[in-house]
């Protein structure tokens, strides 16, 4: 038996028609079905979870996220199901030291309220000034090689000696760190 050509499918025209998709009542404002059956399914959903919820609770897991544990819930469950309370606010609490991870909700300790990575602007006024230091720590360390070289620093004892290289090594192997950084990002 085919429709007309004129006719779309019963589920289609209920819901361009915001009619319930079991019955011909009107469906429930952004909802496809009217109260009734919206309570139905409800209810069914309700149940199901709680069997779902009760098998792993038996098999000893966690019951939202199958995870193995002891108790009801694992840790990081445990701790989303706490949520946000006054004594834990999130970002944009008025100390902006504390945040709740959205995916886990661990707190975590920030200077500002703000997440994520550099903005593309901040990352290159952060990437200039890292070539400033880089710039300044090869100054430092063409200077402090130069005074490797005097009579009275070739004088100390050896230990000395290699203590002052090492930390005017220290120096070039900072600025070559920044340099190869660089390099990555814009090479």
Not at 8 to 36: H, I, N, T
């Amino acid at each position: 038996m085919s429709q007309p050509a004129n006719t779309l499918p019963l589920p289609l025209e209920r819901s361009l028609a915001l009619k319930c998709e079991r019955c011909d009542l009107d469906a429930v404002k952004g909802k496809r079905l009217c109260q009734a059956h919206l309570d139905d399914k409800r209810a069914r959903e309700k149940r199901s979870a709680k069997k779902r919820r009760d098998q792993r609770r038996r098999s000893r897991r966690c019951v939202d996220c199958k995870r193995r544990c002891q108790k009801r819930r694992c840790r990081g469950c445990w701790q989303k199901s706490r949520g946000v309370n006054q004594n834990r606010k999130g970002v944009n609490n008025a100390d902006g030291n504390w945040r709740v991870d959205p995916g886990t909700n661990w707190m975590r300790f920030r200077g500002k309220g703000r997440r994520g990575r550099l903005t593309r602007e901040e990352q290159i006024d952060e990437d200039i000034r890292d070539a400033g230091f880089a710039i300044e720590e090869l100054r430092t360390y063409v200077e402090k090689a130069a005074v490797l070289k005097r009579p009275d620093v070739m004088a100390l004892p050896t230990i000395q000696r290699d203590a002052a290289r090492r930390e005017v090594g220290q120096h070039l192997g900072f600025a070559g760190r920044l340099v190869d950084d660089l390099a990555e990002r814009y090479g």
